[in-house]
């Protein structure tokens, strides 16, 4: 036990270690996310860009929308809508990251260093690495579905003002206190099923991958803790995340985007196995990665961005490496 006097002396992450990484957690990850947020914007609109269930239902007015690519998506949204719009939705996607991040980086090197353990020689077992990873992520989401559900819905605002739909929002606490209106504390987890079982998968990716392909190159070749071991194995996290999540991402965006009743519940999609049946029978397997491209060349700069902010900040602020 160390004294109450000396313990009011030592820097903060060492007097509060857990709330410092989720602070430091929280700001790296607002940076990122306003970096590559545009492109997380171009990524939902893909997603439910010719969603058959929707037109079945009459949501698409009739008209069948001519598809368009990731560049043709992102142009039309500047040309159409202004540039700014590619920041819609931008405020409840940090809010997210505050809760998102913070929780699941606390929870994982939680599970590494005090549950889950390392090895005799410092490594941590991949297979140790995927449970944290998948368990920490899991956690996070679920805090963070509430801020998850807004982001989507506010990004598909200037799409519905554009086809003549009237809008739904007038702002983030708008969208908060409508949706708690008409689906209650229920309609405020609206898709946090595919919710938590995308961020399983995409930590699985990024946290399991970063982690192992770091302490991989730390412990066999002759890199040193530095921004060129980080970018490495930040690059490969990023690659393997978005191609284990973005299926799930693509049900979580329709689950999420869909019309509800007054009860909370959706009107297109009974649950997130029902979406998935139907987008694979009315649109093809492959519809199950639309949005691939954008949601790798985001999470590549994403994690590119996060990890090196992260690393840095923690190195400025005295808290030991990842």
């Given amino acids: 036990m160390v004294p109450a006097e000396d313990e009011k002396s030592l820097p903060l992450p060492e007097r509060w270690p857990r709330a410092s990484k989720f602070a430091l957690s929280a700001c790296a990850a607002t940076v990122a996310e306003l970096v590559t947020f545009p492109l997380d914007l171009t990524k939902t609109r893909l997603q439910v860009q010719g969603e058959a269930a929707a037109q079945g239902s009459g949501a698409a007015a009739g008209q069948a929308v001519p598809y368009r690519g990731m560049l043709r998506t992102a142009a039309g949204v500047v040309q159409e809508e202004g540039l700014l719009k590619l920041w819609q939705g931008a405020t409840p996607a940090v809010y997210r990251h505050i809760v998102y991040s913070g929780v699941r980086m606390v929870a994982y090197e939680h599970l ?48 519905r003002k554009l086809e003549g739909k009237p809008l739904r929002f007038r702002g983030v606490h708008h969208a908060f206190m409508k949706i708690l209106s008409e689906g209650g504390i229920r309609g405020l987890w609206a898709g946090w099923v595919p919710n938590v079982q995308r961020a399983a998968l995409v930590n699985m990716g990024d946290l399991t991958t970063y982690d192992s392909v770091k302490h991989f190159l730390l412990l066999n070749t ?31 965006t329709r689950i999420m985007n869909q019309p509800r009743d007054k009860q909370g519940r ?4 009974k649950s997130s196995t029902d979406c998935l049946i139907q987008t694979v029978q009315g649109e093809g397997f492959m519809s199950l990665y639309k949005g691939f491209i954008p949601t790798w060349m985001r999470m590549a700069p994403w994690s590119l961005v996060f990890w090196l902010t992260y690393e840095q900040i923690r190195r400025i602020c005295g808290v030991s490496s990842f």
């Fill in 112 to 159: 590494r260093d005090s549950v889950l353990g390392r090895a005799e020689d410092e490594s941590f077992p991949f297979w140790k690495a995927v449970v944290g990873g998948m368990s920490a992520g899991a956690i996070g989401q679920f805090f963070a579905s509430p801020t998850d559900l807004v982001k989507v819905q506010m990004q598909m605002e200037g799409k």
């Fill in 266 to 269: 959706g009107l297109l999609y």
């Fill in 222 to 252: 002759p890199l040193t803790d530095n921004s060129l071991t980080h970018s490495v194995a930040s690059g490969c996290s990023g690659l393997v995340a978005a191609v284990l999540g973005t299926p799930a991402d693509v049900v979580k």
